[in-house]
């Protein structure tokens, strides 16, 4: 008689996140702090320490003393599909990680989770699916051409053919938040600083596999991580700025990983180029904008990779401006629940996150909610349209710009003398 094959595997998890499963103490510390359990409405399911609990029993079910003995216990697919639906419900923003008594590492505990599951045929959810289809044929997850990468760039914008500063905008600023990478270039040229981009040869940053448990799926992420280094080696890159916490995040943690090799450029946020240029008294502000602003930590740029104090310091230092605090905040902040594919995959459950994030906000009678990533400010910006609320949304980025006196919009600034441009084909060579 065939011995009963496990209904689980461990692929995927390491020895010691296998250990981890044992360390937890089901103190429920982490269902305290997660931003998915309160806005799915408390289920039990979406609960990190349940999670963790009801996978444990999977693996001991399949490999434990009892299973060795008798041979593994099965459990039906329905029930390994409904932890999987669960286990998705999760913006992998690291808050559980954070709280965490026994110091498990979560996001990473997750992750690996869903490639595990990924691999078996039961995840990812929703629109996540798609991801490594248009990324692998796109080179961006929004159907976009290649050929279409600078089209947002206006007339007044300069750009090197090749430079030591690589401004890398991203799939999401270059396509759908052209603000974003508008005030950044606009800003750039404002401050003196000579920069190149990628243009066509600036693919997807990998980060929405690597999220949803993908990155397994053919080559594609390694694919992207080594095209994109190579191609901003190619351009002079010594530093490369990032306004997308995404896109920081990926290129800083996931692009050596993936590559197994340190990167032969420094990665920075525009958020820390700037206040390094603050500290130089490089930057000269030219309006006031007598505004009470108040900031939220993306989680990929905060508590992923440390970088908490930049932000506050470019916005601490525009003029006219009253910084406050909301309650959560670095560390301890709330998700603003687009990450970990949660945007696409469960919009009804980002926009709950969204919305209770714009109430922490609103709580500090700021007139604007900023953040240094797009993904924030577009999940932010529905939450505040949902609740009709009166307070601005905007990345901190286009406030910089605006307190140089410059415009996010697309239409080029009316000059007397139009400024030189390089060539469009050269900046995408």
Avoid at 40 to 48: D, L, N, R
Avoid at 172 to 178: D, E, S
Avoid at 221 to 248: Q, S, T
Wanted: charged letters at 30%.
């Amino acid at each position: 008689m065939a011995k009963k094959q496990p209904s689980v595997t461990t692929e995927n998890l390491t020895a010691v996140q296998l250990m981890e499963f044992d360390a937890c103490t089901r103190c429920g510390q982490c269902d305290e702090w997660c931003p998915t359990y309160e806005g799915s409405g408390y289920e039990p399911g979406v609960a990190p320490r349940f999670k963790i609990k009801r996978w444990k029993e999977y693996v001991d079910r399949s490999y434990g003393f009892r299973a060795q003995l008798f041979g593994p216990k099965e459990f039906t697919d329905e029930e390994i599909q409904k932890f999987n639906d669960e286990l998705y419900q999760c913006t992998t923003c690291g808050r559980c990680a954070t709280n965490c008594e026994s110091g498990m590492n979560l996001v990473e505990l997750w992750e690996s989770l869903r490639a595990n599951l990924v691999k078996r045929g039961n995840g990812p959810v929703g629109k996540q699916s798609l991801f490594p289809k248009l990324i692998g044929e796109y080179k961006n997850p929004y159907m976009k051409e290649q050929s279409a990468r600078l089209d947002w760039v206006p007339e007044d914008v300069k750009i090197e053919d090749k430079a030591e500063i690589v401004y890398y905008t991203g799939c999401t600023a270059g396509y759908n938040q052209l603000a974003n990478a508008i005030a950044t270039a606009r800003i750039l040229n404002k401050l003196g600083i000579k920069f190149t981009m990628l243009g066509e040869d600036e693919w997807c940053c990998g980060s929405a596999l690597i999220r949803t448990g993908q990155a397994h799926l053919g080559d594609v992420p390694k694919e992207l991580a080594r095209h994109n280094v190579d191609a901003i080696a190619a351009k002079g890159g010594k530093r490369v700025v990032m306004a997308c916490a995404g896109c920081f995040r990926a290129a800083k943690i996931d692009w050596p990983r993936q590559l197994g090799e340190d990167l032969p450029f420094e990665v920075l946020h525009l958020t820390e180029f700037l206040a390094e240029l603050i500290d130089q008294d490089k930057i000269k502000w030219e309006e006031s904008l007598d505004k009470t602003i108040t900031y939220h930590d993306p989680c990929h740029l905060g508590r992923h990779v440390g970088v908490f104090d930049a932000p506050r310091k470019v916005l601490e230092s525009i003029p006219g401006v009253k910084f406050v605090e909301m309650e959560m905040v670095k560390n301890f902040q709330r998700c603003c629940g687009a990450g970990g594919g949660v945007k696409a995959g469960l919009p009804e459950l980002a926009l709950s996150v969204g919305t209770a994030r714009v109430k922490d906000a609103l709580e500090t009678d700021a007139d604007i909610l900023s953040s240094a990533c797009p993904f924030c400010k577009r999940n932010l910006s529905d939450g505040q349209k949902e609740l009709s609320a009166e307070i601005e949304v905007e990345d901190v980025i286009v406030l910089v710009a605006r307190a140089l006196g410059l415009s996010a919009e697309p239409e080029p600034e009316k000059s007397e003398e139009k400024p030189q441009n390089t060539d469009k084909k050269s900046e995408e060579a």
